[in-house]
């Protein structure tokens, strides 16, 4: 091996946020070799191309081996419904599911902009693997010409039980290459979502609508690599905290969706040395709280909605309110009112503590001593204190109810408070063995994105009848692992982090829902 590559140890994390676009460089042992905080811009690549300058002030660039991008900018193109494209939907189950059309429950604004032709045709299969219909692969070529003429960019494919029997939803695409080329791009449900076909199928078309977006984004940063002479594999964190290669995020950005909170999480359970805790994120807008079992995020159990759409990804169990740093403070006629709008990033210039003329939570921080290093004490001097003790005493509440909400047990456990707002959070909260501050926390989202580990899970229906159980979930830990190997992490340190099994006791041959995750660093 050359000294060269002995001597490339350093990785590059970067994470944007709503409010501020963070990065840091870690070195092989794990220590923050420098960190940097800038102003998210409108257009994100340009935030992320000066975090980078500042980041690599006086560092060697060809030490550098990897960089990591955490990002909101796909939800928030859902959320604002901007940049998506136009998606063909292929539902493989009829005669099955005719009742009610893709994206029938869609609100309609998203619904109008995003589904362009569809069409149920006959095909899928049942849990246990039995074909449903066959599959009509005429029907297909008609939905083909059909997303020509409705000028669609992309297609979706999902099939009944398909995460079980993906032979069906394979074959469509074959013949819808053929149709279209194979420059056009289809999605597949079973590379996507899990079992519940209504939900599966909604994450598949926002995957399909959110390609060009994606694209843009992952080409920015890869292009902003290489204005630096950085020379290294980049990598996009997803919702459940772990790394996917960027050539692999721009075929799947849903499930880089939920990437920015629980790169919060993982990079305070990193930057802290705790396994198992709560987590408050708080930012310039708003506050995240989430749970961390095992050093990796609790994966919420309930179907997750994106921007009204209902889907069944992997996605972190968080509550989120608007409650951060910039968060507006009003006392018109006594009656105190607390957000849930915020000055976001201009706090650094709106907030009475740096000569603006907006109260905000940051201002009653620094009144009540909890904040400091930023802003001066003397220019909240006139700030009344029974409205600095009732606002704080609210943020003492909302903090409360959040870490409450988000255990499971009666046992206290600790609480990590991350983010550049974290100064809100108090010292004692009930409930809660300690308050943690660990260093280094205001950027836990891009370290959270620096120290990643790449992944891969399983979600299939196993009849326990006709394999032994442990047979069953042996082959399910295998492919887990496999799906790990292949998103880049190294054979030899793969772990198994979660086996879930579900009895599914309305269906006959002692069928079981078997969800495996394995987890490793990179290679």
Request: charged share 20%.
């Amino acid at each position: 091996m050359s000294s060269a590559a002995n001597h490339q140890d350093l990785r590059v994390g970067v994470d944007v946020g709503g409010t501020n676009t963070d990065a840091v460089v870690i070195d092989a042992a794990g220590e923050v070799l420098a960190a940097v905080k800038v102003v998210t811009t409108p257009e994100p690549i340009d935030g992320i191309r000066a975090a980078l300058d500042e980041v690599l002030v006086g560092l060697d660039h060809a030490r550098v081996s990897k960089a990591m991008l955490g990002t909101t900018h796909s939800a928030n193109a859902i959320i604002q419904r901007r940049g998506l494209d136009r998606v063909a939907v292929l539902r493989l189950a009829a005669p099955s599911s005719l009742g009610l059309r893709p994206g029938a429950a869609w609100p309609d604004d998203i619904h109008a902009e995003v589904v362009g032709a569809t069409s149920i045709i006959g095909g899928g299969h049942e849990y246990n693997g039995r074909e449903i219909a066959a599959l009509d692969t005429e029907a297909v070529r008609r939905l083909a010409a059909e997303a020509i003429r409705a000028e669609c960019r992309s297609v979706a494919v999902a099939g009944a039980f398909s995460p079980a029997t993906s032979e069906h939803e394979l074959r469509a695409r074959d013949v819808l290459v053929e149709e279209l080329g194979a420059d056009f791009p289809v999605s597949l449900s079973h590379e996507i979502g899990s079992l519940g076909l209504l939900e599966r199928e909604n994450a598949t078309i926002l995957n399909a609508a959110l390609l060009s977006v994606a694209t843009s984004v992952i080409s920015g940063f890869q292009e902003a690599l290489a204005e630096r002479r950085l020379d290294v594999d980049a990598y996009l964190t997803q919702n459940d905290g772990t790394l996917m290669m960027a050539g692999e995020a721009s075929r799947y950005p849903v499930l880089t969706l939920g990437s920015g909170p629980t790169n919060s999480m993982r990079g305070a359970c990193a930057l802290a040395a705790v396994n198992d805790a709560i987590v408050i994120d708080v930012g310039g807008t708003s506050a995240d709280a989430g749970i961390l079992v095992g050093g990796f995020p609790r994966q919420s159990s309930a179907a997750v909605e994106v921007g009204g759409v209902r889907t069944n990804f992997r996605m972190p169990d968080l509550i989120s309110m608007g409650l951060g740093g910039g968060t507006i403070v009003r006392n018109g006629s006594g009656d105190l009112r607390i957000g849930p709008d915020s000055v976001g990033y201009a706090v650094a210039t709106e907030a009475i503590c740096v000569g603006g003329g907006v109260l905000t939570l940051s201002d009653v921080s620094l009144a009540a001593g909890r904040m400091t290093g930023f802003g001066d004490p003397a220019m909240v001097k006139g700030v009344e204190g029974g409205l600095v003790r009732s606002a704080i005493g609210w943020v003492d509440e909302q903090i409360s109810i959040m870490s409450d909400r988000m255990k499971s047990t009666r046992a206290a456990l600790p609480l990590l408070a991350v983010g550049g707002g974290a100064h809100l959070i108090p010292d004692v909260i009930p409930g809660v063995s300690e308050v943690i501050r660990p260093r280094h926390q205001s950027v836990a989202n891009a370290y959270g994105a620096g120290i990643a580990e790449a992944s891969g899970s399983v979600d299939r229906v196993y009849s326990y009848d006709s394999s032994s159980r442990e047979e069953c979930l042996d082959d399910a830990r295998e492919l887990a692992a496999n799906a790990a190997v292949r998103a880049g992490a190294d054979p030899d340190r793969v772990r198994i982090t979660t086996v879930t099994e579900v009895p599914m006791t309305y269906v006959p041959g002692q069928g079981c829902r078997v969800m495996v995750k394995a987890a490793g660093p990179l290679a």
